[in-house]
Antibody, heavy 120, light 107 residues
Framework: QVQLVQSGAEVKKPGASVTVSCKAS????????FSWVRQAPGQGLEWLGW????????NYAQKFQDRVTMTRDTSTNTAYLELRSLRSDDTATYYC?????????????WGQGTLVTVSS | DIQMTQSQSSLSASVGDRVTITCRAS??????LNWYQHKPGKAPWLLVY???SLQGGVPSRFSGSGSGTEFTLTITTLQPEDFATYFC?????????FGQGTKVDTK
């Protein structure tokens, strides 16, 4: 079955970087792109950006443009999110989400979430 | 950015009730609207895409409607497993923004 398995929880100090991984299984990795979405405690969902699994093209939300990098490894069917210069308000659960379609995408499968805590 | 507004942050209902959740977009998004169910500690679950198309495996008591700027998710007969938070998301143009969520809890 289609499954996205994310890396474990992280605790980071302000100013540090974090990398979250998302390993896909159960389908052809190259046929679906990924978005990354986060949810801060008590808040709604926030889209960080998108990566094409086919060619690695990315589109980042302007808010995160200078701090985020999304990559993928087609040999291991894994997508990665790196967030730099962490602040306390980056404390959130980060999700990878498979885009069900190329245009006007829905997110038809999600990882289990990775809690990133930023604290001194 | 397109703003998505769910005016009800929470609503109380009982098993068997008909529940309606609304979502408004700050501009015309045609039918590019998706609905998700989210429970604590679990991944969100796609219920409805393109405003009214039911995702495979989703019970038929869920339905979506609307276009343009006004959208609705309806649960016809609320079941115990339906107590959760529901989010709308626009897929019209990036950044793909979400509503703040509507929590359905027990009356």
């Amino acid at each position: 079955q289609v499954q996205l398995v994310q890396s474990g929880a992280e605790v980071k100090k302000p100013g540090a970087s974090v990398t979250v991984s998302c390993k896909a299984s159960g389908y052809n990795f190259l046929n679906y792109d990924f978005s990354w979405v986060r949810q801060a405690p008590g808040q709604g969902l926030e889209w960080l950006g998108w990566i094409s699994t086919y060619n690695g093209d990315t589109n980042y939300a302007q808010k995160f443009q200078d701090r985020v990098t999304m990559t993928r490894d087609t040999s291991t069917n894994t997508a990665y999110l790196e967030l730099r210069s962490l602040r306390s308000d980056d404390t959130a659960t980060y999700y990878c989400a498979r885009e069900g379609r190329v245009t006007n995408p829905d997110f038809d499968c999600w990882g289990q979430g990775t809690l990133v805590t930023v604290s001194s | 950015d397109i703003q998505m507004t769910q005016s009800q942050s929470s609503l109380s209902a009982s098993v068997g009730d008909r529940v309606t959740i609304t979502c408004r977009a700050s501009q015309n998004i045609n039918s590019h609207l998706n609905w998700y169910q989210h429970k604590p500690g679990k991944a969100p679950w796609l219920l409805v895409y393109d405003a009214s198309s039911l995702q495979g495996g989703v019970p038929s008591r869920f339905s979506g409607s609307g276009s343009g700027t006004e959208f609705t998710l309806t649960i016809t007969t609320l079941q115990p497993e339906d107590f959760a938070t529901y989010f709308c998301q626009q897929s019209h143009f990036p950044p793909y923004t979400f509503g703040q969520g509507t929590k359905v809890d027990t009356k």
